[in-house]
């Protein structure tokens, strides 16, 4: 999952957290290798945030996200268990069973995370 962020990538991050002001994690002070983790650990207050912040996705972007998970550049098996419900509920409504059975599958495989 560990990748550099390319510009779409800081643009969505920006998009979700727009308070971010560094792409450096305080607590570890790497830089960001992924979108949602730092999202869900550093910036949303809680689940109801973590899903208003989804909610500024466009579809497309959103879809893009996805497409990033199954593909292994994007994790979420470091997101909080009610941030990975949030983003497995969306994705059911947003981009149709078969992707929510699949972030479910692989939340649940929990080898994502590094």
Do not use: W
Not at 105 to 111: R, S
């Amino acid at each position: 999952m560990s990748r550099i962020l390319s510009e779409h990538d800081i643009e969505i991050l920006l998009k979700l957290a727009p308070e971010c002001d560094t792409l450096v994690c305080g607590t570890s002070e790497n830089q960001y290798r992924s979108i949602l983790p730092p999202v869900a650990n550093h910036y949303a207050k809680d689940a109801d945030d973590f899903a208003a912040r989804l909610n500024r996705l466009t579809e497309e972007e959103f879809v893009s996200l996805i497409e990033l998970i199954r593909v292994g550049e994007e994790g979420i098996t470091c997101l909080p268990t009610e941030c990975a419900e949030v983003l497995i509920e969306q994705a059911m409504r947003r981009a149709g069973a078969e992707a929510a059975n699949e972030l479910y599958a692989l939340y649940e495989m929990g080898i994502q995370c590094q």
